[in-house]
């Protein structure tokens, strides 16, 4: 990326060399389109791409083909989503746009639509996404089940460790060894984004509030403990059907520093069973 002069205007080969590029390595099933019939050259299509970055397919045409009005900071941002560019990537794109690269200042709360395609596909597996605030961002329908039905819930308030602390610290949960690892986990955690973005002020004020209203909280986070979350398995009590164990595994998005929360039963197991009653019970609902 040296030698590369933001401000200083397109570098309109280079922009149209490296929008092939990104649009070749990706497969259809990559940004949740069909495969559909036999391709003569790998990648997206140019009209598949304007389709994802919300743009003319003749306005993306004329930018690979070096031509064209100078891209905004709007398209570029549309076209970092739409070829699935890393931060390094989109910082090199808008750098030989003629564009200053927009500043990383706090969690991404953008979910990429390859993230949104592989959690809907999850149909007897409970998922969601959330921002290294541990807000939920994305969630699949039989997550419904076990973190609510999200669509209700003010999108200020669909913070998981908010919750964890919404209860009496003399709520029997807090005598459960699991349930205490896996918070202390989560703190740490949070912790960790603390540091990672100094001044960020969504994680100062969530942190701020807690210690304020929850003193287990306060004791937690007086132990400095910090750590990225592992996997770890969770019980939970369902109210219909009873017990629930399953492994909560933790897949981190690094682009955008993001994690997909998934319920994993031992195959064989009552649970993975309740699972796939579940899934039968969603895929039978109206409008599934």
């Not at 990104?22 to 389709?51: C, F, M, N, S, Y």
């Not at 609510?148 to 949960?173: C, E, K, Q, Y």
């Not at 699991?178 to 973005?197: H, K, Q």
């Not at 306060?218 to 109210?239: M, T």
Request: aromatic fraction near 8%; charged fraction near 30%.
């Amino acid at each position: 990326m040296g030698g590369v002069d933001a401000g200083a205007g397109p570098r309109r080969d280079e922009l149209a060399a490296f929008l092939r590029s990104r649009r070749a390595r990706l497969r259809p099933r990559d940004v949740g389109l069909p495969d559909g019939i036999r391709r003569r050259t790998p990648g997206l299509r140019r009209q598949e791409v304007a389709q994802l970055a919300g743009m003319s397919i003749d306005y993306y045409i004329r930018l690979e083909q070096r031509r064209g009005p100078h891209p905004s900071r709007q398209v570029l941002m549309a076209l970092a989503r739409a070829l699935m560019l890393n931060r390094d990537e989109r910082a090199y794109l808008f750098q030989i746009a003629g564009e200053s690269a927009p500043a990383t200042t706090g969690p991404s709360r953008e979910v990429a639509p390859g993230v949104r395609h592989l959690i809907d596909a999850m149909t007897e597996t409970p998922a969601y996404v959330v921002d290294a605030k541990y807000d939920v961002l994305a969630w699949n329908r039989l997550a419904v089940h076990f973190v609510g039905d999200l669509d209700t819930v003010p999108t200020a308030d669909r913070n998981m460790i908010r919750w964890m602390f919404r209860g009496h610290d003399s709520d029997r949960h807090w005598d459960d060894p699991d349930t205490l690892r896996f918070v202390r986990g989560s703190i740490a955690d949070l912790r960790a984004a603390y540091g990672r973005y100094p001044g960020d002020r969504s994680i100062e004020e969530l942190v701020t509030e807690l210690l304020g209203t929850s003193p287990r909280f306060a004791r937690f986070w007086a132990d400095h403990e910090v750590e990225v979350r592992r996997r770890i398995v969770k019980r939970v009590p369902h109210p219909e059907f009873g017990p629930l164990e399953f492994e909560c595994q933790m897949l981190h998005v690094p682009d955008a520093d993001q994690r997909i929360i998934v319920y994993v039963p031992e195959p064989g197991s009552p649970t993975q069973a309740v699972f796939r009653r579940l899934a039968d019970r969603v895929g039978q609902s109206p409008g599934a």
